[in-house]
């Protein structure tokens, strides 16, 4: 299971991002539940920024409603976080999450992509 997300870079505040994690699985069936985007800055926790289910139910941390929207695309297993009206408190390293089924494992586990950084200037 390989998770990859791209899209970071930097931006001034007020300006827009949008991140893509895409997932690719070999050798076995299997079944995406939710995806999702978390952030960590230096010296902090990691903490959720936002969640999508498989029937598209999302939820957002309070610091991002209305300015982030969480989508995915089914068919090609990607995730993406659309970033408007970014501030500098949003910088951080954005690592994309999937909670999928492997056949082959016969068992629902978490798996994590690499993480894209996400730096916003004032």
């Known amino acids: 299971v390989q998770l990859q997300a791209s899209g970071g870079g930097l931006v001034q505040a007020g300006g827009s991002l949008r991140l893509s994690c895409s997932c690719a699985?070999?050798?076995?069936?299997?079944?995406?539940?939710?995806m999702a985007w978390y952030r960590q800055a230096p010296g902090k926790q990691r903490e959720l920024v936002a969640g999508i289910t498989s029937g598209d139910s999302t939820n957002y941390a309070d610091s991002v409603k209305g300015r982030f929207t969480i989508s995915r695309d089914n068919a090609k297993n990607t995730v993406y976080l659309q970033m408007n009206s970014l501030r500098v408190e949003d910088t951080s390293v954005y690592y994309c999450k999937a909670f999928l089924f492997l056949n082959k494992d016969n068992r629902w586990s978490d798996y994590w992509g690499q993480g894209t950084q996400v730096t916003v200037s004032s």
């Open positions: 699985i070999s050798g076995s069936g299997f079944t995406i539940n939710t």
